[in-house]
């Protein structure tokens, strides 16, 4: 098992004016996020608010103006931040003969996977599958895995580069009830016992409520961040999510 | 009479030889192409073959090998980069793109009535290669062998989600346009052999076949050699005695297996 650490609350992570521009067209517009290791950070807002491009925005994805600083701030001087990414789905379509073990090691080796499986990187991607007690789906096809499996194999995955920062997208569509009350508790887990913050896109307002430390209402522009209670009570949040209501 | 017999003449060896290096090749490819959902690609590929052949008989190029080999390297950065560009689905576009190019060989081709002379190309024949054409058959399978050994890992990791394999600064841009160069030059130098007409499904069928039966990497690249090598040596013995085109031969063979593997598949391996 990996040594847990605990989070020292004393670095963060910054984004300064962040701003993405598409075919002319301003995406997002001066998004300015201060965030701490250990917290979890959610983004909500309407379809097409821009939270997806915002992720890919701080991954390097797509490009973007403003910057990313990561502080350290016991010594002050700036470290490279590492960011572990766990994307909405993985393009796998059925009967692709694809293991978990290749899928990872693709990613995380240079042990050609076509040809032989690295005694070294299957243990090491076997520890980090059990974290999320998912061990035992490391020969598994990846296109047989049911929603909250495949999200737990991506987690570890994006774990296995010790990131100072996770970003997950939408993560919790095609999955039941109670295989989000447990997603959300993992997460709950992590950034406790690891050193590290957690940016989530979210949709579902009710576990957002319960769990997240802080809340970011996104549409292009930061409408409003803060506790989910000081978010949730705001004007702009029930312009947002009232207006969304009349529609349906 | 002895098994063995068809092998007493030197073209037969050749032959054998050829179908040795070739088959493997294509199978390793194959495993990509399929898994890519490039098999339009790498038919358009090699519909490019005439105007490429075209091309050089306009520039007044002697070899025509050379002009039909550059022009396919050029096409296949050019369909690369388009169907990155373009939002209309990529098929669509490939297939604008192919049948621009056809059309255009042909045309220059049949131009004077002259195109018996290439019709050959069009069915391909394995009997007529050389020592020295099947030495470079090997540098090219040797090539291929270091790229899948080099950059599979990575080009299985971009295909599976471009965004994650971003953010752990696996870039794949130039190793994409690299394997699309890498098919370009084995349709194109295999062309002569197996023909225009086939050369795609000698690529797509026994990875598909392999497809159909395997759950991990291995497996898939294990059985898609296999079914290409098998199908390769028994469709050219077999094109000996029955006095048949060698490609056609060896394409019934893996589509035969294509069909068992479905079978075996849909009822096994679900």
């Known amino acids: 098992m990996r040594k847990i650490i605990m989070p020292c609350g004393l670095h963060c992570i910054k984004v300064n004016h962040l701003g993405v521009t598409l075919g002319g067209q301003e995406i997002l517009k001066d998004i300015n996020l201060h965030i701490h290791c250990g917290s979890l950070n959610v983004v909500i807002g309407r379809n097409g608010a821009g939270k997806s491009t915002l992720i890919r925005a701080i991954l390097g994805d797509i490009a973007h103006t403003g910057n990313i600083e990561f502080k350290d701030r016991e010594n002050g001087h700036i470290q490279k931040l590492k960011i572990g990414y766990v994307p909405q789905s993985m393009n796998v379509e059925k009967q692709t003969p694809v293991s978990v073990y290749d899928m990872i090691a693709s990613y995380q080796s240079n042990v ?60 919790v569509s095609g999955i039941d009830k109670n295989g989000m009350e447990l997603f959300y508790r993992t997460i709950y887990n992590l950034k406790k016992n690891y050193d590290l913050a957690v940016i989530l896109i979210s949709h579902d307002l009710e576990y957002v409520k319960q769990y997240a430390d802080k809340v970011v209402l996104l549409d292009r522009s930061v409408l409003r961040q803060g506790s989910a209670r000081e978010v949730f009570k705001s004007a702009e949040f029930a312009q947002v999510f009232e207006s969304r209501k009349e529609e349906a | ?57 306009v520039l007044g190029v002697n070899n025509t090998s050379i002009s039909m080999v550059v022009f396919a390297i050029v096409f296949a950065l050019l369909l690369n980069l388009i169907s990155g560009k373009v939002s209309s689905s990529t098929d669509t576009v490939i297939s604008v793109f192919s049948s621009c190019s056809i059309a255009l060989g042909l045309a220059i081709l049949s131009q004077g009535g002259n195109f018996s002379k290439y019709s050959s190309i069009l069915v391909g024949d394995i009997l007529s290669i050389t020592p020295r054409e099947i030495w470079y058959l090997f540098v090219i399978l040797l090539a291929a062998l270091a790229f899948w050994l080099f950059g599979f890992n990575k080009l299985l990791a971009v295909s599976l989600n471009r965004t994650l394999a971003g953010s752990l600064h696996i870039s794949a841009v130039w190793l994409e346009n690299l394997f699309a160069v890498l098919t370009a030059l084995i349709v194109m130098v295999s062309i002569k052999w197996i023909g225009i007409l086939i050369i795609n499904a000698l690529l797509i069928l026994p990875a598909a076949a392999a497809k159909n039966i395997s759950e991990n990497m291995r497996e898939y690249h294990f059985f898609s050699i296999l079914f290409s090598v098998f199908s390769g040596v028994l469709g050219l013995v ?32 679900v």
């Open chain 1, 112 to 171: 050609p996977v076509f040809l032989m499986r690295g005694k070294k990187v299957r243990r090491e991607i076997e520890e980090h599958l059990e974290i999320f007690e998912a061990g035992h789906l490391i020969d598994k096809q990846v296109c047989n895995l049911s929603g909250g499996e495949l999200q737990r194999v991506l987690l570890s995955m994006a774990l296995m580069n010790s990131p100072n920062l996770l970003l997950l997208d939408e993560p």
């Open chain 2, 1 to 57: 009479m002895n098994f063995f017999s068809w092998l007493q003449y030197d073209f037969m060896k050749y032959a054998f030889l050829a179908i040795l290096i070739i088959t493997p090749l294509f199978g390793l490819m194959g495993t990509m192409i399929v898994n890519r959902k490039m098999a339009f690609f790498s038919d358009a590929l090699g519909h490019s073959a005439l105007t490429g052949i075209a091309v050089g008989v």
């Open chain 2, 238 to 269: 077999i094109s000996y005695y029955t006095n048949v085109a060698t490609g056609p031969t060896i394409v019934i063979l893996a589509s035969f297996i294509y069909f068992a593997t479905y079978w075996w598949g849909s009822r096994y391996n």
